[in-house]
């Protein structure tokens, strides 16, 4: 199956440096590119992309709030999005997961990381560097943000056991070690995230860590 990407950076030249290396791909296909973040937002209901790969310093719009827009969006459900920029700060790096990316990327790694994280994304998963998530999500994310506060309701649906797990995600665990620290098997570990998931709303792994912090079911350190 081939994925969809849409990209979107303001640097026409980026853009065209994405593309070849996207392409080249049998399984990647670039089907539009956005210069702005309205436009972004446009062509992500246009061409229906598997994922978006966002910069966050755009004009008109920037990245972070044309992410919002889309994840926000009911008939775009299914599009992920992969923030790739220069301005890889604490700050900025948790308003966009926060927003709904799927994970973030600085615009210096190597191409073959790209595409990991491209196929990563794209196949409804989350791509969070492990030395910034615990640290970074940890520190801005224990600060509740006044527009989550609906959200606290999902912890009333979610069992004991996918509670403790999900406070596992939080602090950073993957599916094996969760497994193994629950002495259960990996497929059963997946199923409860899944549940929790789809119980909390979160559109991926990176979004239920989001949950996670801002619902106080994992502090700063935790492991």
Known sequence: ??????LADDQALLRATFRLLLDAEPDIAVVGEAATGAQAVALARETRADLVLMDIRMPDMDGIEATRLISSDEDLAGVRVLILTTFETDELVVAALRAGASGFLGKGVDPAVLLHAVRTVAAG??????NATTALIGRFLAQPDPAQVTVAAALGELTVREREITAMVGAGLSNPEIADRLGISVATAKTHVNRAMMKTGARDRAQLVVF????????????
């Open 1 to 6: 199956m081939t994925t969809r990407v849409l």
């Open 125 to 130: 998963e989350s791509l969070l560097s492990p």
């Open 212 to 223: 996670a912090y801002e619902n106080g079911l994992v502090r700063v350190g935790d492991r």
